[in-house]
Nanobody
Framework: QVQLVESGGGLVQPGGSLRLSCAASGRSASDYSMGWLRQAPGKEREFVASTTWNGENTYYGDSVKGRFTISRDVTKNTVYLQMNSLRFEDTHVYYC?????????????WGQGTQVTDSS
């Protein structure tokens, strides 16, 4: 069993930055691929970014490439999502997910979600 706790959401202005964190705990959590998906009301979850268990490989959705950066601190079992040049369309609930192999929306483990909202 893996537990994921997200933090860092909030209000942001267009062009601003925000960093989300996802702390993993539980048996073998350090062996899991982790990543982020996001969801707007009435829409399906969209892939944002993911990283392998050691943080060496990273992957991004087309809508965030060049603006968002995912990183992993293996000593803390924590994954970060640095979001820069934020746009109105980035307003979503962001979910952290984990699995032994990254499965995106089919991942076994999920955080509770953290809201990112355009303040304009």
């Amino acid at each position: 069993q893996v537990q994921l706790v997200e933090s860092g959401g909030g209000l942001v202005q267009p062009g601003g930055s925000l960093r989300l964190s996802c702390a993993a705990s539980g048996r073998s959590a350090s062996d899991y691929s982790m990543g982020w998906l996001r969801q707007a009301p009435g829409k399906e979850r969209e892939f944002v970014a993911s990283t392998t268990w050691n943080g060496e490989n990273t992957y991004y959705g087309d809508s965030v490439k060049g603006r968002f950066t995912i990183s992993r601190d293996v000593t803390k079992n924590t994954v970060y999502l640095q979001m820069n040049s934020l746009r109105f369309e980035d307003t979503h609930v962001y979910y952290c997910a984990a699995d032994k192999v990254w499965l995106g929306a089919l991942s076994d483990y999920w955080g509770q979600g953290t809201q990112v909202t355009d303040s304009s």
